[in-house]
């Protein structure tokens, strides 16, 4: 078999996302870090309507989208189910996916200021939703689970670096005991980057931002 390629961004939540279900696959995969201020004819070649990474290859056949790369790969490789085994929770696991997927992305410092003005509505409705649940569908992490990482992971971590907190026990307490089940959950944990690594990365640059206004 081909070795399976992927390329992407150190410390991006979307290359983290395929990372991740390639290992609860099992796959071996070589990660080939992509410049975004430089993009390599491999990435254009692959994705030549975006650009963008991440981008799976694998026999010589790219998928893009981080999402529908898992998908792929959940379908594509034998191992642990990622995505439920019944129709209805399949279909609630790609609705709330690809909300997360729209509602929650990192864009730039305009887009950003843009989202904070509609991340309360969305964390009320991930607080509604997350009543007395530990997993987002079923009882173990899987499909929307992987792509609530930047909610539950890299938000917490932006919060902190940059100082504006959105999240507190008082305001959302159900979705605030998810996030910190989340990232205390072994199954999660041990699929994780380093929390240091990336609060490091976001702190320089915020610093950065800061010095250059």
Request: net charge negative; proline share 5%.
């Amino acid at each position: 078999m081909e070795k399976i390629k992927l390329l992407g961004v150190s410390l991006s939540p979307f290359t983290h996302r395929v990372e991740w279900a390639l290992k609860i696959k099992g796959v071996e995969y070589e990660l080939i870090v992509e410049d975004p201020q430089n993009k390599s004819p491999l990435l254009l070649e692959s994705n030549p309507i975006h650009k963008k990474i991440p981008v799976l290859i694998h026999n010589g056949k790219p998928i893009c989208e981080s999402m529908v790369i898992v998908e792929y790969i959940d379908e594509a490789f034998e191992g642990p189910s990622i995505l439920p085994k019944d129709p209805y929770d399949r279909a609630i696991a790609r609705f709330w996916a690809k909300f997360l997927d729209e509602k929650a992305l990192l864009g730039n410092e305009e887009e950003q200021e843009k989202a904070k003005e509609e991340c309360s509505e969305l964390l009320k409705i991930l607080d509604n939703e997350l009543k007395d649940k530990e997993f987002f569908v079923g009882d173990k992490i899987g499909f929307v689970d992987i792509a609530a990482n930047v909610l539950a992971f890299w938000m917490g971590i932006i919060e902190e670096a940059s100082g504006v907190i959105l999240v507190t026990n008082e305001k959302f307490p159900n979705y605030y005991a998810w996030r910190h089940n989340y990232i205390n959950c072994s199954q999660v944990k041990e699929y994780l980057p380093s929390r240091d690594e990336l609060f490091a990365h976001f702190q320089s640059r915020f610093h950065s931002a800061s010095t250059t206004k």
